[in-house]
């Protein structure tokens, strides 16, 4: 199975500070990278895929970029709804294994 | 508006069985991969398995196989999961999702919470 990354495991940031988060796969998985934002108490919700583009409705702050093993996810200007916990997604290889997390707070 | 709802999850003893319902609306259910993934506390989320358009072929990851059963109901819009000689390890809230292309997971439903325990 491919092995998902992510640096780091839990960060500190303020409204309007720009938020950088690191995935790593333990293969190369070409641009097959989904990112997930999910809130206290919720379900996960699909923010980018295919490593840089968003998903209908996501706010144009967050941008994804990277190919083969590694990859970010950036907020431009953190905003309130945003404080979240955020998991990359390989999605090259069954079984499409996530990342352990990033909690924003 | 796509709508996934879950339900059945419940206190089960290891060893028991429960099955899982996932009604879905707002899309035509029949046309669209489905998938089942768990959130355990501590294990972050794992996909358990998906189910092609028609049910005519289900596929599992190996901490499932042989034990959860993936099926549907195309005629009530209705997702199934059969789990069986569950254990402690199971615990979690169970997600079903409309699987977009080959793991893209949206929406997800609201989870339904499986709790294995003596």
């Known amino acids: 199975d491919i092995q998902m990354t992510q640096s780091p495991s839990s960060l500190s940031a303020s409204v309007g500070d720009r938020v950088t988060i690191t995935c790593r796969a333990s293969?190369?998985?070409?641009?097959?990278l989904n990112w997930y934002q999910q809130k206290p108490g919720k379900s996960p919700r699909l923010l980018l895929y295919s490593a840089s583009t968003l998903q209908g409705g996501v706010p144009s702050r967050f941008s994804g970029s990277g190919s083969g093993t590694d990859f970010t996810l950036s907020i431009s200007s953190l905003q309130p709804e945003d404080f979240a916990t955020y998991f990359c997604?390989?999605?090259?290889?069954?079984?499409?294994?996530f990342g352990p997390g990033t909690r924003v707070d | 508006e796509v709508q996934l709802l879950e339900s059945g999850g419940a206190l089960v003893q290891p060893g028991g069985s429960l099955r899982l319902s996932c009604r879905a609306s707002g899309f035509t259910f029949s046309k669209f991969l489905m998938s089942w993934v768990r959130q355990a506390p501590g294990r972050g989320l794992e996909w358990l398995s998906g189910?092609?358009?028609?049910?005519?072929?289900?596929s599992y990851a190996d901490y499932v196989k042989g034990r959860f059963t993936n099926s549907r109901d195309n005629s009530k819009n209705t997702l199934y999961l059969q789990m069986n000689n569950l254990r402690v390890e199971d615990t979690a809230v169970y997600y079903c999702v409309l699987d977009l292309s080959g793991f893209r997971f949206d929406p997800w439903g609201q989870g339904t919470l499986v709790t294995v325990s003596s």
């Open positions: 997604q390989q999605s090259v290889d069954f079984p499409g294994n």
């Open positions: 293969h190369s998985i070409g641009d097959r």
């Open positions: 189910i092609a358009p028609g049910g005519e072929s289900a």
